[in-house]
């Protein structure tokens, strides 16, 4: 297809990377709980959210050079037709996070255990990880999720309203720069104000993860290892998350072009 370029193709790869490793990122909590080590999770988990927003930094000035670079003739369904394939990719990134994820809580376990035995330095960590030795330990944990994987969840357990927040969230932080820069083209007469109003999107869209998901698995896993709480509903509520997070990044095609008008009108109010 004539929209498809190897600009977009890197952009992709981009947001594939960004969205595995974010849904990745629950396995982090699951592993700490799992070894005892929450406090060493959580250095591993903001590491991962660091590479992550480093990729997004990265991925947001080629993806509005697309604008730059469309025809002039039927614009609109052009740059339509590339950021949808650009949330096709935040999709998939998901899926291939999910199925990922035993092997990662495998190896994110032994890496918690190696990164208190290194007290805390995450270059040391590298350094042990990038040996041959510990690469072939790696790849022995290598596997995909099994239904033995979902033995003993329930779905009483699954907090609904919980679900759907995070699946709305996550699909507004989808859709954030991409509506932003759609609505510029929109209203061009307020390009750049509709461009800069991504920031403040994405940044509503951590905040509210910050305030309702957040602090509910920490807490979750905080219950494991006091012994208050069990394994098996942590897992059962990160699967869950999971769960909302692949539906949150399909609703997001939905919701790409009401929230491109949205922003469109709303920057009337500010210019």
Known sequence: MEFISEKLIL??????????????????????????????ALSLFNLMVIVSRMAN?????????LIDNAPKVD???????QYRVIIGASTFGTIIGILLLPTFIAIFSRAIIHLSEERG????????????????????????????????IRLKDIPIRLFII??????????????ALYASLIAPERASTSIMASGLINGMATILLTIFIDPKISILADDVINQRGSYTNLKAVSLMMITSRLLGTLLAQLFFIPGAEYIAWFTKFIV
């Open 166 to 179: 995070n699946m709305i969230i996550t699909a507004i932080y989808t859709i954030g720069v991409l509506s």
């Open 11 to 40: 952009i992709s790869l981009f947001i594939f990377i960004i969205h595995s490793i974010e849904t990745l990122a629950y396995a982090v909590r699951l592993s700490g709980a799992r070894v005892r080590l929450l406090a060493s």
């Open 121 to 152: 330095s995450i270059p040391s960590l590298i350094k042990k990880g990038l040996t041959f030795e510990f690469m072939k330990r790696g790849i022995k944990h290598i596997h995909l999720p099994r239904p033995s994987y979902l033995v003993d």
């Open 75 to 81: 614009t609109l369904h052009f740059v339509e037709s």
């Open 57 to 65: 930094m990265m991925q947001q000035p080629f993806t509005g050079s």
